[in-house]
Structures are given as structure tokens and as C-alpha cells.
């Protein structure tokens, strides 16, 4: 920090202050799993054991972890599909599911965006990205619908879509001509807040080239949430960028659509129980806990197999 110049590129010095914390972290989590086995070996408990174990699990899992932005935070969306009022429901305890395994984690969350035909959400943590990135798809649920009155069994469908938060570096590279580019204003709904309802906070913005989409609603005014979105917008555009091996923007003219052909996971409540993820078979009958935000056993076989 007190090298001439480096504060010049202010977007590079800080991912260098970044990634510094990072190496700290990992030293600090290493001496922690040291100082517990010498705890172990003169006083064994059970409860540190299984403690010690966790944490050694969780940087073994993290040295698999080979992607570009695996470190970073992510925003994970989901949106409901075929199934009506089912699918909306679904697509909110798919949304409720997420959070839970993200506090189980130690990540912060926050709700960017939330009505019936989507829900964006914020996930701070590190290795965030990484951890997610596998949940993209389709999820489907078959249960006893509680929105039919004859009590038959619907099933329903959400897509699940996970960007990573772009560092500022990454991000000023991508620069968007405000031709291609169509906003779209409302007022942000909600509890609390005086401006609820009165001012037009409320952002959408489209990617006329791709028709890609964002919106936010989170933040107070609407230029924060004009900048949040425009934000997210590139983290999406850069994902499609490297998915189509494109280097210059001028060059991505692919329209894109839900890729509802990727059946992911499925969570059947009904006849019986169970939660199968259909590229790595793991499953469970402990749906209850999976919806609860223990998906450890899911997200772990993912990783491991580098699908």
C-alpha cells in the first residue's frame, strides 16, 4: 500500500488488498485445524473432532475450486416455470432454500429483487460463486398441490441461475453502448420505506442485443439501482461471453433463452420422499433437511465430479 503508484489504478489495488485478505484468511483457517488436532492429542473430543474435520473438508474442497471467479461472491436468481401457482411457490422455497444454506455458510445475504415471476438474491460469502455455480438448471417438485382443492398431485418447475459478482476490473472492461440497452422504471414495492409506492426506484434493464434482463429494487434511489443493475447486467453478459468463447462485445448477437432443457435436481414430496440430483445420483429421503438449506451432500458431490 505504501509502494509508489499503488493506488493509480484504484480497481487493481484493490483486488490486490482482496486477494491479500484471501492468503490470510487461509493461513488463520490452517492454524486453527493445527492447534485443534494438538488439542485433540492430548484431549479428545468428540465435538472439536468433528469440527476440526469440517473445517479440513471445507479447504479440501476449496483447492478443487480452479475457476476464474470461484472466490467470488454471487447473485442467484430463480424463476418459476411451468405450474402456475405451484411453480411460484416452488420458485419462492427454492429461494428460501438458498438463504438458509447461505447462513449455514456464514454468507450475508440480500434480497435484490422479489415479485411472482423471479427472485434475485445476494449471496456475500467467500467462494460463494464456487460453491453455487453447479446449481444452475432446473429443479422440479412433485407434490400434493395445497392449491388444489382436490388435493392432486402437481408437479411444478423453477430455473436456477447463479452469476458471479465480477471484480471492478473485470467489469470496466465491459463497456455497453446505451443504444443496446432499454430501461424500464417502476416503484418498488415492499414494507417500509417512505418512497414506496411514490417514486419510480424501481429498475429493469435489457440487453436489446441478447435480450438479457436484470432488475433491482433493493437500493433507495433509483440511479443505485440503475448502477446495481446495469452491474449484474455485465456479470450475465461476461458468463455468456466465455460460455460462446466471444472476446470483443460487438461480437455476442446470441439471443438468449431460459435453458429449460437442463433438468437438475428433483425434490418429490409425494407419494414418497426423496431428492435425486440426476447428474451425480446422490439422493436422500430427507427432503425436509435438503429445503431446509442442507445441501452439503448435493453441492460437494457437484464439486468433486467438476460436472
Known sequence: MAVPGFWQDKA??????????????LLSRYKEI???LATLQSN??????YEIRRKFRTLELEELFKGKYDGQAAVLS????AGGEDAEDWARMLGEMYIRYAE?????TRILDDNPRGRMIEMKGQYAYGYLKKESGVHRLVRMSPFSAKQLRHTAFALVEVVPDLPSVEESKIQIPEADLKWEFSRAGGPGGQNVNKVETAVRVVHLPTGL???ARVERSQQQNREYALRLLKAKIFQLMEQHHVEELSALRVKVKPE???QLR?????????VKDHRTEVETSQVDKVLNGELDLFIEAEIEKGV
Open 12 to 25: 487493481a489495488a484493490e483486488e490486490k488488498l482482496k486477494r491479500g485478505g484471501i492468503l490470510r484468511d
Open 34 to 36: 493445527e492447534d485443534g
Open 44 to 49: 479428545f473430543e468428540e465435538n472439536l473432532f
Open 78 to 81: 430463480v424463476y418459476p416455470g
Open 104 to 108: 449455514r455458510n456464514g454468507w450475508k
Open 213 to 215: 434482463a436484470v432488475s
Open 260 to 262: 429449460w432443457g437442463n
Open 266 to 274: 428433483s425434490y418429490v414430496l409425494n407419494p414418497y420422499q426423496l
